[in-house]
């Protein structure tokens, strides 16, 4: 089984790369991790014109949304790290979204039937860091809101079940240790199902 591990930061040395690290770490063997690191690749976020033609299906899909739908069948689950900004992914990762779940391979859209959800067999995984306190959060209702608009409204859209929905908050000591070991956990419970079926 394989995990392909998106991360949306642009500093390599940051907490959301810190993070997406030890989950993969905790992935283990005979499972495998890749981690793409969208700001590190260079990929870029802006849905185009070649974008639009290719949504509309009269053109062939720009090269590199190729190779991103590419990777992610070779998973088998689809992790996301990103530091949430202004209660949401970063615009890199949304743009990663709105370029690569297009229509005909994420779902289809045939307006007379209605949405054929395409990508039931991924499973997904949403790991955010946070800035806030889980209090704050609560509050204001964020966690839900999130969840409505990213598991729900693109995931939910697609068929793809959201197995894990965790957002790492600070830690009211610094010690974001805990909080990586969360991410270790993570990694490692990935593909618990087919590991105790192995041992079995």
């Known amino acids: 089984m394989h995990a392909l591990i998106v991360v949306a930061h642009p500093d390599p040395s940051s907490l959301t790369h810190a993070v997406a690290k030890r989950l993969a770490a905790g992935v283990g063997g005979p499972h495998t991790a890749e981690i793409a690191d969208l700001a ?9 014109a070649a974008d639009l033609t290719a949504f509309n ?18 998973a088998d689950a689809l992790v996301l790290v990103y530091p949430v900004y202004w209660w949401s992914f970063p615009a890199l990762m949304k743009g990663w979204i709105d370029r690569v779940f297009t229509n005909g391979w994420a779902y289809d859209d045939p307006s007379e039937s209605g949405v054929v959800k395409k990508l039931q ?7 955010g860091v946070g800035g806030a306190d889980l209090r704050t959060y609560a509050r204001h209702g964020y966690l839900w809101a999130m969840r409505t608009q990213i598991d729900h409204g ?15 908050m600070p830690p009211e000591d610094g010690d974001w240790e805990p909080r990586l070991a969360t991410a270790g956990t993570i990694g490692a ?8 079926a192995e041992a079995a």
């Open 57 to 74: 299906q009269r053109t062939p899909l720009p090269a590199d949304v190729a190779a991103e739908q590419a990777r992610i069948d070779r």
């Open 121 to 127: 067999r991924l499973r997904v995984h949403l790991v």
């Open 154 to 168: 693109i995931f939910g859209y697609c068929g793809a079940p959201v197995i894990t929905s965790e957002v790492l």
């Open 189 to 196: 419970s990935l593909f618990r199902k087919e590991r105790t």
């Open 40 to 48: 590190g690749e260079g990929f870029d976020p802006r849905f185009a």
